[in-house]
Every structure is written in C-alpha cells, then in structure tokens.
C-alpha cells in the first residue's frame, strides 16, 4: 500500500501520543515515590513482530529490557494461546524481560477484527523485588540469584481477568508489597489506556492503513540513519575508559570499543573486552543494545525516528560470557553504570571523526542509594531508593548541564518535600561542587552533593555508584571534571570514605550520608575560554580563586576585582 507521507505523519505522531499518554497514566496513577515522583519508567508501541514502532521520551536504558519482551511472548505463546485482555509480565534479563530484576515490564497485545495487530508495553523501576538488600540493586551481589525474584514472561491477565496466583507469588517475594501492587496497578492500567487508544486508531484509518504506515515508519527510519551516515568519512575508531572496580574490590576494569563506519553501516566491536566478572557490574545483550542505539542515534542523527528501523544499519559484535553481553548467571544488578560507559565510549570514539557532535566525558554514574528500615512513627517497613545526577560533559560550543541525569537514564529529581513526608529522612544540605566541572573552552557540568540524614533509627542502606577514582574525561584540550566521593557521618570522628559498591551497611540514628556525585569534563584548552565567562563562573561560585588562577591563567590583579561568590 503506498501512503500518503501527510497521513503517515499524522499517524506516526498518533503513536507517539499514545506512548507518552501511557506513560502519564502510569506515572499519575503509581504508589511509589520512585515511580509517581522520579517517572522511573518507560512507554512503547510495538508491531505485531515486536519491532519497536514509538518509544516515548523517558528511560533510554529501559529499551533494552523491552526489546527482547514480545519475541519471548511469541517463543513461547502460540497465537492460538494469546487473547484479547491477556496482558505478560516478566523482569528476567536472561528471558527476555528485563536488563535487571527491578525492572518489571508489562506487555499486552491489541487485537482487532480478531487479529493482533500491535503491542503496547511498558516498565517501571520497582523499589523492591526481594534479594539480598533492600532495594534490590547490590552492586556487590555475586550471582543473579542473590538479586530479587525473576519473572520470565508469563501472564498476569488471562482474558481480562488477574491471575491472582502470579501476583500474590511476586509480592511474597518483595518487600514493602503493598507499594508494589499499588505500582503494578498503575502498570495494568497504562496498559489497558494503550490497548483503547491503538483501537482507536484502528477503527478511524483501518487495520491495512495502519500496518503499512507502521512498516513505512520503520523503512523511513532506516533510510534517514544510512543517509546520515554516508555523510561520515569512513574509518576505523577506537576508545576506552574504565570502571571502578568490578563491585567485590577487583578494579579498575578497562573497557573499549572499536566503531567502524562502513558507507551506510556503523559497525561497533566489544569483543575485546574483559569476561563477566564476579559482581553485578556485568551487561546483559539487550541493555547493550539500548546503550548503543541511544549513543549512536544521539551522534549520528537525534531527529530520527524513535523506533527499530535505524537498529538495522547498526551492527553490534560481542561475545557470550564476556562483561559486555554477559550470560546467566551473572549478576546485573549494577549494570548501569557499565551501560552509561558504553554511551560514553561511543561518543568518545565518535569524537574523533564528528566532534562537534559529542559530549566530552559525563558524570555517567546512576547514583543510587537504597535505604530499608522501620519507620519509628507509623513502625511499618519501608525501602527508600534515590539515584542522583552529576555534571554533563561539555560541548564544542556550550559549558555542559549541572546536575542532570544523563545518556542511558532520564529520571527526575526527587523533591526534598516529597521523601521528607513519606520516610524518616532529613535532607540537611543540597548544593553545587565547586570546581567539579573539568575546565576548559567550555566548562563541564557541576556535580551536586546531598547530605542524607537518618532520623531516630538505624538504617541499613546500599550504594552503588562509580566515577569514583576515574573521573571523567575532557576533549581536545579539556580537562577531567572531578570524580565523585561517598561519606559516611562526615565532620565526625566517624568519617569514613566508604567504596561505591558497597552494601548492607548500618547508618546509626542521625547518622549522615554525604553522597558527591561526579563531575564532568571540559571541551577544548582552558586558556581559549571567554574572561566574562571565568567571572561569571566566579561570581556564582562555580569555581575557586585556585581554579581561576591554576586553570585558565586569570592573574591576581584581575582576581582582585572579581567579587566572589561568598566572600565579601
């Protein structure tokens, strides 16, 4: 069928509306702070193959855990056995469901004149789901085993109606369950919205209309990414960077990529890279997938399509067993902080033949803390899960973003009112790093730092972190932004630097945790920056005296007219 290119816009920003009207649903609709508060979640239309047709703009990481989901169902649903109001369920990342076990995905096919004629689907980070912490999320974990319940798909409805024997097994397994229906009701519903309004669409332009214009989004996709990359001289590229360590004190692991374009193709090599390791740092295929269709599709062209056609002229090599295409039963729990060094591996090589259309090294680290306890005032269990931004890399032409979460994860701030009322924590101090930010022509993004207090009980908590002892690096002159630090009862005679993959440790009552992100790198020679742009910078405290004179050559007789920021 030929389609009218008015139409096929029409219709192509229709299932864009319906993915982000899903995720409006859900995120209006959940219990869980880290749900209704931080949107830690993610929407997508599929078609009837399971090729991704609209992704609204929310977690790139959780492509990957949807991109496997609808060809498990398919593998093992015969269509004889999947119906109308049937919705699956799964979270497992070496079953097609996930990228870690937080991660619960919900899928459900869309029937018309009794055929299926797409899917919808979404996934929201749960702060729970059982293992051998609170949260889940133990970067030191040493098997996928130790890391909560694992859900291959199954379902969850069966012709509309709840199979309460699936949902009451995956709640004995989690803590704080009541949360957790309350989320995964929000998830059901997001999903019956998505079901109605594919209908919709269906019954105004036809189920043959709406096909092709979905095989059409798909070729145009792909058309637009090789046509960009025919504009890039051929070449070979390599880069590498590292993590901290392997999550049990083993460290720092290099990591590297070698980009090759090739006419209209971009092929991307990880084989050289370490085996799994024995923590929970290891990436599975599918959350190296997603880390690669967001960095190239951010490089190559960031107005394509959000859909699987551009997937086809990527080629992706790896090996089974290795860190990055890890195999069961590794443990994944930490496993973005590795994905966020891919994205940052991919700019880097990249920076080499596009570099006016990448980002300098970012603070690439999700943050998290993951706290459990006993409230001492409603005496109820409750987990509590942060993560935190950190400074963005610098570009050609612009100082990179403060504070922000960035490449593999999109997730908001959680206001300091919002977990102040719902657990017995106190936020005592909140504030930019200075100096953070690598110098440079242009300047990284600041990292922030939190003070977390604990109030009248012992908390055990968990951190999982990196960036910590390799920073992030500067481009063409730029220099490395600051790493991030974690501290427990700082100002204390208890002050201690703790490791930022480490887990089950015991915040006495009014104990402080100071979590300092990292931040960012530079982007050309700090001697080219703008002087207006040093005092400003000055003015607002966003570097010292020291960094004016040691990194971008102000001299004492210009300092002394500056008026600095907390100084009089």
Known sequence: M???GILLEVIGNTFMSIA????????????STNIKERKDCSCALFDAEGHTIAQAEHI???????????????????????????????????????T????????SPVFYEGKVVAYVANIAHHNDVGGRVPGSNAADSDSIYAEGIRIPPVKIFQKGELVEDILNLILLNCRVNHIRRGDLNAQFACNRKGVQRVEDVCTRYGTATVTACMEELLDYSERKIRMALAEIPNGVHTFSDYLDSDGVGSGPIKLSVTVEIKDQDIILDFTDNPDQVKGAINLPLSALRAAVYYGVRSIVDPTLPANGGYYRAIQIKTRPGCILGCTEPAACAGRSDTAQRVADMVFGAMSQVVPHKVLAGSNSSITGVYFGGVDPKTHEYYVYMETFGGGSGARFNK??????????????????????????YMVEQYTLVPDSGGPGKFRGGLSMSKDIRVLGHDSQFTIKADRQKTPPWGLFGGKPGLPGVI?????????????????????????????QMPGAGGYGDPMERER?????????GYITPESALR?????????EQIEVFGTV
């Open 551 to 559: 990194d971008y050559g102000l001299t004492e007789k210009e300092l």
């Open 487 to 515: 501290t427990i009862y700082p100002g204390t005679d208890q002050e201690a630097v703790i490791d930022s993959k480490k887990s089950g440790t015991t915040l006495k009552a009014n104990g402080v945790l100071r979590c």
């Open 60 to 98: 790139p990481m959780h492509l990957g855990s949807l991109l496997g989901l609808i060809g498990e169902i398919k593998k093992n649903f015969t269509p004889d056995q999947i119906h109308p109001g049937d919705m699956f369920i799964a979270n497992d990342p070496y079953n097609g469901g996930g």
């Open 2 to 4: 030929k389609i009218d």
């Open 532 to 540: 207006a742009l040093i005092v400003h910078d000055l003015e607002e």
């Open 20 to 31: 982000e009207e899903m995720g409006a649903v859900l995120v209006k609709s959940a219990y």
């Open 399 to 424: 100082d990179g973003l403060s504070c922000v979460q960035v490449h593999m994860t999109n997730t908001s701030n959680l206001p300091i009112e919002s977990m102040e009322i719902e657990f017995p």
């Open 100 to 107: 870690h076990l937080p991660d619960i995905a919900v899928a």
